[in-house]
T-cell receptor, first 112, second 114 residues
Framework: DTGVSQDPRHKITKRGQNVTFRCDPI?????LYWYRQTLGQGPEFLTY????????KSRLLSDRFSAERPKGSFSTLEIQRTEQGDSAMYLC??????????FGPGTRLLVL | AQSVTQLDSHVSVSEGTPVLLRCNYS??????LFWYVQHPNKGLQLLLK??????LVKGINGFEAEFKKSETSFHLTKPSAHMSDAAEYFC????????????FGAGTTVTVRA
């Protein structure tokens, strides 16, 4: 059990650029979640997967955001045409079904 | 619907003294409750969880929390604070009615004075 990993840990981009983040869950965890945390706030749910199926997307997730989990293993979160308001920590978590979620270290995004 | 209210945004204690972080929850179904800790520039680490077993839950690093249904509370305590306890703490609720998605409180920042 190597834990949840995320890549990159930090990303600085210019407004209008596209960015992609990767999350590798704990092996054999069939659920994978994405959360966003802005400064001074608790994380907010964005979307989640059961194996490769995306089960729900929060209303926080605009059309510029897309997430995938091909083959039910790692997941990617892409933000197109980034805006300064997208600056946040993006957290990934995995769980073995309807159990405790284990979090990765997060990807901190800064949009200039 | 489910939500969490952390009653203190910031708590400051002296090293060796007790810590109390207060949390009230709202859930339309039997909830699971968690406390997570986040050290600066780190991810979230699970401290402890309540899932309808014993109402007094013991976690890592000497922390414990008590589930009180009548008060809809899940306060976190530690008898003696250590410098390494300085961090952000989040109270979290989930429920089957919300497919176990987590709802976080706004967080409590703990500072520990030497």
């Amino acid at each position: 059990d190597t834990g949840v990993s995320q890549d990159p840990r930090h990303k600085i981009t210019k407004r209008g650029q596209n960015v992609t983040f990767r999350c590798d869950p704990i092996s054999e965890h069939n659920r994978l979640y994405w959360y966003r945390q802005t400064l001074g706030q608790g994380p907010e749910f964005l979307t989640y997967f059961q194996n490769e199926a995306q089960l729900e997307k929060s209303r926080l997730l605009s059309d510029r955001f897309s997430a995938e989990r091909p083959k039910g293993s790692f997941s990617t979160l892409e933000i197109q045409r980034t805006e300064q308001g997208d600056s946040a920590m993006y957290l990934c978590a995995s769980s073995p079904g309807q159990e405790t979620q284990y979090f990765g270290p997060g990807t901190r995004l800064l949009v200039l | 619907a489910q939500s969490v209210t952390q009653l203190d945004s910031h708590v400051s204690v002296s090293e060796g003294t007790p810590v109390l972080l207060r949390c009230n929850y709202s859930s339309s179904y039997s909830p699971s409750l968690f406390w997570y800790v986040q050290h600066p520039n780190k991810g979230l680490q699970l401290l402890l969880k309540y899932t309808s077993a014993a109402t007094l839950v013991k976690g890592i690093n000497g922390f414990e929390a008590e589930f009180k249904k009548s008060e809809t509370s899940f306060h976190l305590t530690k008898p003696s604070a250590h410098m390494s306890d300085a961090a952000e703490y989040f109270c979290v609720v989930s429920a089957p009615s919300n497919d176990y998605k987590l709802s976080f409180g706004a967080g409590t920042t703990v500072t520990v004075r030497a």
